[in-house]
Nanobody, 124 residues
Framework: QVKLVESGGGLVQAGDSLRLSCAASERTFTRNVMGWFRQAPGKEREFVAA????????YYADSVKGRFTISKDNAKNTVYLQMNSLKPEDTAVYYCAARAGFGLLTKKDDYGSWGQGTQVTVSS
């Protein structure tokens, strides 16, 4: 199982930007698709964005479309989530996830590997 380590979270004000990173231990068939999810206190873990290691395909939740950008650095085995125009409702623990299949799926149960999460807090 691939190991994922997130970093880059923090406390920011509304309107600010943050970039999260997710370093994968290796590039294997177990992680053809990488995703970002988030979980706010008392809420279910929800999909944020996903991409394929091979090709340009990306997919976003409607709530972040136009503000967040998911990208990758194949040489570093790292996926990023650039978050702009942050809002207080973006406050959550953000998790990186990987799945072996090739579909850009949005359910957490479709992802087999998870990082430990990084806290993002946006103050108003």
């Amino acid at each position: 199982q691939v190991k994922l380590v997130e970093s880059g979270g923090g406390l920011v004000q509304a309107g600010d930007s943050l970039r999260l990173s997710c370093a994968a231990s290796e590039r294997t068939f177990t992680r053809n698709v990488m995703g970002w999810f988030r979980q706010a206190p008392g809420k279910e873990r929800e999909f944020v964005a996903a991409l394929k290691w091979s090709g340009p395909n990306t997919y976003y939740a409607d709530s972040v479309k136009g503000r967040f950008t998911i990208s990758k650095d194949n040489a570093k085995n790292t996926v990023y989530l650039q978050m702009n125009s942050l809002k207080p409702e973006d406050t959550a623990v953000y998790y990186c996830a990987a799945r072996a299949g090739f579909g850009l799926l949005t359910k957490k149960d479709d992802y087999g590997s998870w990082g430990q999460g990084t806290q993002v807090t946006v103050s108003s």
